[in-house]
């Protein structure tokens, strides 16, 4: 195009348009001679700029050269290499397997009921999309039904809205609330339960969104059944107010107290409501909301268990 050193008229006599040349361009007439160096001396010097920050030595011979400097400019941001390879944020948008992450302390939106019959969201709490795309919430207003239970959920398209767990287009499986199959994924972001009693008065949960979700805390046993006698049970339950079922679940016994009243030493973990001597069914229950477990220590007078959980 040109050597663009020095650009065009840089000694020459330089005017810049006024408002209404910018809005109408060249008027009719005599051409203005300063006002034409301007408009090529803005270009020249424009283009030249761009030649010269990336290393190009502008010449007359070589009608490529503002495309290299662009190229070298993208080189210089992604490490060069071949332009297929590289991934737009629109591309990392919709392909990064990172989980939702709501920016506060809590972990969550702190979602409130303002009034009977309402949701709201407040403004200015930020997440996380895809570990790349940041939001912050505007407030929202949404309205409930007496006797109802929703899922508060976000995603791009429809930005926030309540799910009737009643609905056969939301729910059609006819699923309990509590089945993995609401959790939160990678585009669509579970953020608070919502429970509504027949006077319209909202109940809410809201749901802790991290990339990583994990916990581990020593527990202590309550709600002793038959303390220091064969078949004493204990009551562990560890809240989580999670936006996804654990994955990864461990547990074990971390401190017990005992009566040596006996030989007997059957223990063994099971499901929250049951009483001795009827012990099944094995393991503790969980879901996104907590842990749950009856743990049986035959002579115990006082147990904890650690708990270690992920998602």
Request: one cysteine or more.
């Amino acid at each position: 195009m040109a050597d663009f050193d020095p650009p065009w008229a840089t000694d020459g006599e330089r005017r810049a348009p006024i408002s209404d040349e910018v809005q109408g361009g060249f008027g009719c007439g005599d051409a203005d001679l300063a006002l034409f160096n301007w408009m090529f001396w803005a270009i020249w010097s424009e283009i030249g700029e761009v030649l010269t920050f990336n290393g190009i030595t502008p010449s007359n011979s070589d009608m490529t050269q503002l495309r290299q400097a662009i190229q070298a400019q993208i080189d210089a941001a992604t490490g060069g290499g071949d332009p297929s390879s590289y991934l737009t944020l629109l591309q990392a948008s919709s392909r990064l397997p990172i989980f939702p992450e709501a920016q506060t302390t809590e972990g969550h939106l702190s979602v409130v009921t303002p009034a009977t019959g309402q949701v709201r969201v407040p403004a200015g709490k930020a997440f996380l999309h895809r570990g790349i795309s940041p939001y912050t919430t505007a407030q929202t207003d949404l309205a409930t039904d007496a006797s109802k239970t929703y899922h508060l959920r976000w995603n791009k398209t429809d930005g926030f809205t309540l799910k009737d767990l009643a609905s056969g287009t939301y729910n059609p499986g006819a699923l309990a609330e509590t089945e993995s199959a609401f959790d939160s994924t990678f585009d669509d972001v579970l953020f608070a339960r919502v429970i509504t009693n027949s006077s319209n008065v909202p109940t809410i949960t809201n749901l802790v969104n991290k990339s990583r979700l994990d916990v581990t805390e020593v527990v202590a046993g309550t709600n002793v059944q038959l303390s220091g006698a064969n078949g004493s049970l204990f009551a562990v339950q560890k809240t989580l107010n999670w936006a996804r079922k654990p994955g990864m679940l461990s547990y074990s016994i971390a401190l017990m107290g005992n009566n040596d009243a006996g030989p007997d030493v059957d223990h063994g973990f099971f499901g929250p409501s049951v009483t001795y001597p009827t012990l099944g069914p094995p393991g503790p229950y969980y879901d996104r909301y907590q842990i749950a477990s009856r743990v049986m220590w035959d002579f115990a007078t006082s147990l904890s268990v650690n708990f270690a959980a992920s998602a």
